[in-house]
């Protein structure tokens, strides 16, 4: 342990060596500490920019000049992940804020931007959760890309009537001509968002943190957007395209670099459009709660029927009244008495379409769903998904891929990879992934990439648990006193449990108002199905179901089912011929044959085993015992009419190299097949396997055509020679012979 700490210590001695002396003095040099609240801010001379803070720094007044050199610029990642900054004034001398100035400032509940401001840096104010409201003034003309993203509880942009390069409407961030939509607020609570006609792009994460919303409606005039702009919303149930499927093919798709996509669709998440590329548009149905029941909105697609539900509504819950429930009329003495639920959770995990969720269920029957998992999406490899087979809809034809390669280098906080696509047709993915650097973090800053130390110490989290209430979720929260904080462990929200019209919680009051006349409507059970009374309000129209019988399942008899007519999967018929005596050497193998639809008798009490097999019965049994597999085109031979018993036979055996025809147009269905034929035509179905040593035969020369086949099937007991030297492969080869070797075969 000792000498693993000694060597650490040489290799940051060593680094810092390498660094020039000029640079680790740089801050002493041109930079001036001028304090604040909590601590140093530091300003560079040289050029009028704070270029840096001190971590605890809370409050920070910047004057309009610092030994009579005026401020003109809040430096790139001045403030970034000062947590503890809650305030901030900027004088009117500042002209531009840099690159994730205030990036991670959590604390930061408002910014005062001055109207000296003419440029605001890329991710500025990124990730500043507590900022509500921003204000762009008039003499900002540049702005960069993600300026707000994952500012949770912004609820509103605001941008100065008279700016003259951009503009905004109903909280959202859009240039001055409102074609293009920079940024929404990811705190707003609106559940639906219309993109306001007119709009032509949609800028990169432009969406990123807005959990309320629910919809988003795509105008036609959408032109350009980034494959991340829908990114980051976890509960968007609904992308609602007002055009066709051709003009959204037809919207330019880029990603962060600015390069061009091919296919189009793939921008919005997986689990809210249809498997063929149509947007889903949902129909709305809304179950109203009963006593015993959940109220819900139901979705349903039309175009592809996918569904799901939202807008859950707690159960009622009983209003007993002279032991008889005022709503539904059940008897007091009927109901099960409250308990504690023993819930227990059964996964389902996410598919390249379906969110994955854990369904918690008690013993009493009362269930709900919690932890949803984002749909995986598809991921498509030369035009097929990899996890389900799903066909990509702008895969182009099959092609040979011609992937180039772009090397990406590792940072210190991100993985380095090498991205190699397609030119033809779009295709990329990722590979070779080396591992992020890691920070080098020498005199409170990284010499690799600038990055302020944030800690120099350990957190102790202290956990507070927020239980969760009727309509909101409960969370453990675990906070240091750094001010750092996260939260984890989510429960749902209880719901409401109303009781005479009050819920015994939090005494909201139940909406519902008149007793149900339930009519009962009995469904009968059905082989499969089970049984079951629907009983239906004529008043308001609520209805569940119950009393519940089990399916009847089937009654199989000779194979098929008396009630539903389904045949039975597992009914094998016994085959009784009068000329396959039990104990011959191909009783075991007709039994085989009959029942697995390779062949029937000749008649119905004979098989007749030793009458010749012709050559369009040897190719129709190994057909049938292979699947029988559809193959294309014609057959070609005039002796074999489309429609005969083995014409798919003849295809398959020809296009698999198993025969070919007597001549170029006969194929001889009706000639016997010999030993050696039929061996031969097993050998090649089989894939010709190879087989050392020697035949042993004197009538099976090396060389001829049916020579290793002769090997390949003595060697795997499919059948002997006539004698101890003879094949005989020129004898006629008999039914009960052929069937046997295909049954030995198997």
Not at 101 to 130: H, K
Not at 172 to 200: H, M, N, Q, W
Not at 297 to 317: P, Q, R
Not at 464 to 490: D, F, I, L, Q
Request: include cysteine.
């Amino acid at each position: 342990m000792k000498k693993r700490v000694l060597s650490l210590l040489l290799v940051v001695l060593m680094v810092v060596s390498l660094v020039p002396i000029s640079a680790l003095a740089d801050k002493s040099n041109t930079d001036v500490a001028y304090a604040v609240e909590g601590g140093n801010i530091y300003f560079d001379k040289a050029t009028g920019t704070i270029t840096d803070c001190d971590y605890r720094v809370t409050e920070a007044i910047i004057p309009a000049e610092i030994d009579g050199v005026k401020v003109t610029s809040i430096g790139e990642w001045a403030f970034r992940n000062c947590t503890k900054l809650t305030s901030i004034e900027i004088p009117n001398s500042v002209t531009s804020i840099g690159y994730n100035a205030f990036g991670g400032c959590t604390s930061l509940a408002s910014i005062n931007i001055p109207n000296s401001v003419t440029s605001i840096g890329a991710y500025a104010f990124r990730s500043c959760t507590s900022l509500t409201s921003a204000t762009i003034p008039n003499s900002v003309t540049s702005i960069g890309e993600c300026v707000f993203s994952g500012c949770t509880s912004l609820t509103s942009i605001n941008v100065e009537q008279d700016n003259a390069a951009y503009s905004s409407e109903d909280g959202v961030l859009f240039d001055k001509e409102k074609t293009k939509l920079i940024c929404y607020p990811a705190g707003s609570d609106r559940t639906e968002y219309c993109i306001p006609d007119g709009v032509k792009h949609v800028v990169d994460i432009a969406f990123w943190g807005g959990n309320y919303l629910k919809s988003i409606t795509v105008p036609v005039s959408v032109e350009r957007v980034c494959v991340n702009t829908f990114d980051g919303l976890d509960n968007l149930k609904k992308l609602n395209y007002k055009g066709t499927v051709k003009q959204a093919n037809a919207i330019v798709i880029y990603d962060s670099t600015e390069t061009y996509i091919t296919y189009p669709i793939s921008i919005i998440p997986a689990d809210i459009h249809c498997t063929d590329g149509i947007i889903h548009h949902y129909d709305d149905a809304t179950v109203p709660p009963t006593c015993t029941t959940t109220g819900y909105t139901h979705h349903v697609c039309k175009y592809c029927n996918d569904s799901y539900d939202d807008d859950i509504k707690a159960e009622l819950g009983h209003n007993f009244v002279d032991g008889k429930c005022k709503r539904c009329g059940v008897s007091e003495s009927t109901v099960t008495p409250p308990h504690t639920h023993d819930y227990k959770s059964v996964v389902t995990k996410p598919t390249c379409t379906q969110a994955g969720y854990t369904t918690y269920t008690c013993s009493c029957g009362d269930s709900y769903k919690s932890d949803y998992k984002d749909a995986l999406g598809h991921d498509y490899k030369n035009g097929t998904c990899t996890r389900c087979g799903a066909k990509d809809p702008g895969a182009t034809p099959p092609h040979t891929h011609d992937y180039k390669s772009v090397v990406t280098k590792p940072t210190c906080t991100e993985q380095g990879y090498t991205t190699y696509t397609c030119s033809i047709c779009g295709d990329s993915y990722k590979g070779d992934y080396k591992d992020a650097r890691g920070h080098l973090f020498v005199l409170g800053k990284c010499i690799r990439c600038g990055e302020k130390d944030p800690d120099s110490h350990t957190h102790e989290y202290t956990k507070t648990v927020v239980a969760p209430t009727c309509t909101t979720r409960g969370y453990t929260e675990h906070v240091c006193s750094c001010g750092s904080s996260y939260k984890t462990n989510y429960t749902a929200a209880l719901g409401h449990d109303y009781k005479n019209g009050l819920c015994t919680r939090c005494g909201a009051k139940d909406p519902s108002a008149h007793t149900h006349d339930y009519k009962a409507v009995v469904t009968a059970p059905t082989c499969t199905e089970r049984g079951y009374t629907t009983y239906t309000c004529s008043v308001c129209g609520d209805s569940y179901k119950g009393s519940y019988v089990d399916p009847l399942g089937h009654d199989y008899q000779n194979g098929t089912c008396t009630r539903c007519g389904v045949k039975d999967p597992n009914y094998k018929p016994q085959a009784d011929f009068t000329d396959v005596a039990a104990g011959s050497y191909c009783y075991d193998a007709v039994q085989w044959a009959v029942a697995n639809g390779i062949t029937n008798g000749t008649d119905a009490t004979h098989f007749s085993p030793n009458a010749g097999c012709t050559r369009g019965q040897v190719v129709t049994f190994l057909w049938r015992a292979a699947g029988e597999p559809t193959v294309g085109g014609n057959v070609g031979f005039v002796d074999v009419a489309p429609g005969s018993y083995c014409y798919e036979a003849v295809k398959w055996a020809v296009a698999n190299g198993i025969t070919k025809g007597t001549d170029a147009t006969h194929f001889s269905p009706n000639a016997t097949c010999t030993r050696g034929q039929v061996v031969t035509f097993m050998y090649r179905a089989e894939g010709e396997p190879a087989v050392g040593g020697n035949v042993g035969f004197v009538d099976v020369a090396p060389g001829s055509y049916c020579y290793e086949a002769v090997k390949w099937a003595v060697a795997n007991g499919i059948t002997k020679g006539t004698d101890a030297t003879h094949f005989s492969p020129n004898a006629t080869c008999t039914r009960g012979q052929v069937v046997t070797f295909l049954y030995r075969a198997q």
